[in-house]
């Protein structure tokens, strides 16, 4: 009767509904319309963005269609929203900023409910071998490619502003989400500060960091961004410790 149940919710389906029991058929349509409408609710609180992007009835209908054929996955109503995203690449392939707007409402989300982690005091630093440390970045960081101006329109979306016209980047750019204290933060990353943070991220030492730096830059700039990455990461609140 559970696995009927389910399908019923999920999949709509008849043969569960008779096998019930008809006598119980009005019961299960309340029940139905509520597990839709509980899943929609979640979907339209956490991409607040993108319903402000492409309108109320449009939204309903993508939420509707990605309900169709994505149930729950997992204990918490939380975890849902987890693949609306895809369901905006495949369904608005042609508009990229409505995924990437997607993208950043559920990573900003996602940080605000992260991992806590402590910062890594400045003033605790002297006498670390930065040849051999290792840098542990925020649990709640995370990066995405970003071909539009998704972000621009995140922005003004957010404070309530005209936002500006939906375009194609002149050349990709990788976002970095994270949580600083209680607020969650995103901000465009360079090209070469987004390699830095791939490296930390995959375990190499802040050596390691600072020859690949030296690769795509000239010998004395690339010493000097190292240290700045190094001093921007650390008043962000992105490490979080050093092995």
């Avoid at 919710?9 to 006598?23: K, P, T, V």
């Avoid at 029940?31 to 509980?38: I, K, L, P, S, W």
């Avoid at 956490?46 to 939204?59: H, K, N, S, T, Y």
Wanted: hydrophobic share 45%; glycine share 8%.
């Amino acid at each position: 009767m559970q696995r009927d149940f389910r399908a019923w919710l999920s999949e709509s389906s008849d043969d569960a509904a008779l096998r019930i029991g008809e006598a119980v058929r009005p019961g299960l349509e309340v029940y139905h319309d509520n597990y839709r409408a509980a899943l929609a609710n979640c979907l339209a609180e956490v991409f607040e963005r993108v319903r402000l992007w492409i309108g109320d009835e449009r939204f309903r209908s993508t939420t509707a269609a990605h309900i169709d054929v994505t149930p729950p996955h997992a204990w918490t109503l939380d975890a849902y929203a987890g693949d609306f995203p895809e369901t905006l690449e495949l369904l608005f392939g042609d508009d990229p900023e409505i995924a990437e707007l997607g993208w950043l409402d559920l990573a900003l989300s996602e940080a605000f409910v992260g991992p806590d982690s402590a910062p890594v005091d400045p003033g605790r630093l002297g006498g670390i071998d930065w040849d051999r440390a290792v840098l542990r970045l925020s649990p709640t960081l995370t990066t995405h490619v970003f071909r539009s101006n998704a972000a621009a329109i995140w922005s003004a979306l957010s404070a309530g502003e005209v936002p500006p016209v939906a375009a194609l980047l002149a050349e990709p750019v990788t976002m970095l989400v994270w949580r600083k204290g209680l607020m969650p933060c995103f901000r465009t990353l360079e090209p070469a500060e987004a390699k830095a943070i791939d490296l930390a991220r995959s375990g190499v030492g802040f050596g390691s960091i600072c020859a690949a730096m030296l690769e795509q830059l000239e010998e004395e700039d690339g010493v000097a961004a190292a240290g700045q990455l190094l001093g921007r990461w650390m008043g962000d609140g992105l490490v979080v410790g050093i092995d």
